[in-house]
């Protein structure tokens, strides 16, 4: 297809002020408010379903001391002669007192503390801490892979991708925060090492499994691991930014060679960091399951929504008048990437189900078992559903991929899908069958979505829309797929 050469690409600036500013604002505030009565509605409602299991609870123990009682005149001879053999033992009472008093603390301490109302808080602040934190993450990747691949067509998109990137920071420290604040009450083995059967395999509630994961799930991994893993990640973004602000005003190819090596070192960094950083934050959930393409899967999750993320930012500037130089064939092949990882997505879905399904372990089985069946099991396929099945028929079609309604569309349908497959990912092992989708889920990624969009408008405002001394600009902005 031809069209016009571009000789020049001038500078672009985005405001970031008035209703721009505010809308986010606002966002934040609707969703903190929602998000708050949402918690007190859970409250309530597991206060009362609380209540109703004690009232239920002493019924039954009525009715088994109304049984009890029928055959007491035929048990009064038996206890005659207990009370004649403790009259005339004087320590078989107290003896009988301790035993069952020793009963009852090991009964206590091998109870399962179901969660509690706090735990579907919590639970919810993780899910849209990590979701919302995948998106930076994808972005500052694509960046790195563009470098290092050398690549020309996704350089008018690079500001977007760095003001997605941008995220990272505040998105690192508040992930980082509630994983510290929610782990003895969302992570399972956090609390059995606690316990005084870690480590001692005579003693009641061995966790052989557990133990033998002991070197990645621990206090060191929580504390050291994490926040080292996500400020290497920061420094690297922040240095690719300085870079590439800087090669506005300097036209020669020296912040390219650095972005390059920088982008090289980041990415073989990032290839074990991340695969490690999903096993302990989100498969650690569900700590006696394991899945060896767990990473990949969670990578997949967010390369795909990173996607959309730059999508959605790239038509809305379109709206706002801006980014004209970027064209529809620049465009068009964002959403190639979009419909590619939409595939590769489901490939890993399938691949992970396949291998889990024909080995027929239950401590694999057991991971789906849970979300096909109560009240996740329309979700499971909705999942599936907005995930692949909708975006693949729509992307499929070239022109899908040029229309801005259509790529809105397919953006939003793949983003709520994927927030619906991290509410799977996450749910089922923390809140289990009282997990439900109401004003706190809703105002909590309300919350987290007008955060997410005031860092990202605010640092695109920051610099120039447009690379306008990257090496590669003019071949972007000239980019041509072909008719």
């Not at 009988?96 to 602040?125: C, F, K, Y």
């Not at 990949?296 to 959605?312: C, H, K, Q, R």
Request: net charge negative; proline share 3%.
């Amino acid at each position: 297809m031809g069209h016009h050469t571009i000789k020049e690409v001038s500078q672009e600036k985005f405001e970031f002020q008035g209703r721009t500013k505010l809308i986010p604002i606002l966002l934040i505030v609707l969703g903190a408010v929602m998000a708050g009565i949402g918690s007190m509605q859970v409250k309530n409602n597991w206060n009362a379903e609380d209540a109703h299991a004690e009232i239920t609870h002493a019924e039954e123990g009525h009715h088994a001391h109304a049984t009890e009682a029928n055959h007491h005149s035929d048990e009064h001879s038996s206890d005659a002669i207990t009370t004649v053999s403790l009259t005339d033992n004087p320590h078989a009472e107290t003896h009988a007192e301790e035993s069952h008093a020793e009963e009852g603390h090991h009964a206590h301490a091998g109870e399962h503390h179901g969660p509690t109302w706090m735990t579907r808080v919590w639970a919810n602040l993780l899910m849209n801490s990590y979701y919302f934190w995948l998106f930076a993450v994808a972005a500052v990747f694509f960046i790195a892979v563009n470098y290092v691949a050398n690549a020309g067509w996704a350089v008018m998109l690079k500001r977007i991708m760095e003001a997605q990137s941008s995220y990272l920071l505040i998105g690192s420290i508040l992930l980082v925060g509630i994983i510290l604040g929610s782990k003895d009450t969302l992570y399972h083995w956090v609390q059995y090492f606690h316990s005084s059967a870690a480590g001692d395999p005579n003693a009641a509630g061995y966790d052989k499994i557990l133990e033998s994961k002991s070197w990645l799930l621990n206090n060191t991994s929580l504390f050291f691991f994490i926040p080292f893993v996500t400020i290497v990640w920061i420094m690297i973004r922040m240095k690719l930014r300085r870079n590439s602000i800087a090669e506005d005003a300097d036209k020669g190819l020296s912040m390219f060679k650095s972005s390059t090596k920088w982008s090289a070192g980041f990415i073989f960094f990032f290839a074990f960091s991340f695969s490690a950083l999903s096993w302990l934050i989100i498969m650690s959930i569900d700590a006696h399951w394991y899945s060896t393409m767990f990473s990949v899967y969670n990578f997949a999750i967010s390369f795909v929504t990173g996607l959309s993320v730059m999508m959605v930012i790239l038509q809305y500037l379109k709206i706002k008048g801006k980014m004209t130089l970027v064209s529809d064939e620049v465009t068009h092949d964002l959403g190639k990437f979009m419909f590619a990882f939409c595939v590769f997505w489901a490939y890993i879905f399938l691949s992970q189900w396949l291998l889990i399904w024909y080995s027929n372990l239950p401590e694999e089985t057991v991971y789906f078992a849970a979300r096909l069946n109560g009240d996740f099991r329309p979700l499971f396929f909705i999942n599936l559903f907005m995930c692949f099945v909708a975006p693949f028929l729509v992307l499929m079609m070239r022109n899908a991929k040029r229309s801005p309604v259509v790529l809105i569309i397919a953006a939003s349908i793949i983003l709520i899908g994927h927030w619906i497959d991290m509410y799977l990912l996450i749910m089922p092992g923390t809140v289990g069958e009282h997990a439900g989708i109401g004003l706190l889920e809703i105002g909590t990624t309300v919350c987290f979505f007008g955060l997410f969009a005031y860092t990202v408008l605010h640092s695109l405002s920051k610099a120039n829309l447009y690379p306008i001394s990257h090496p590669y600009v003019l071949e972007s902005a000239n980019h041509d797929v072909g008719p």
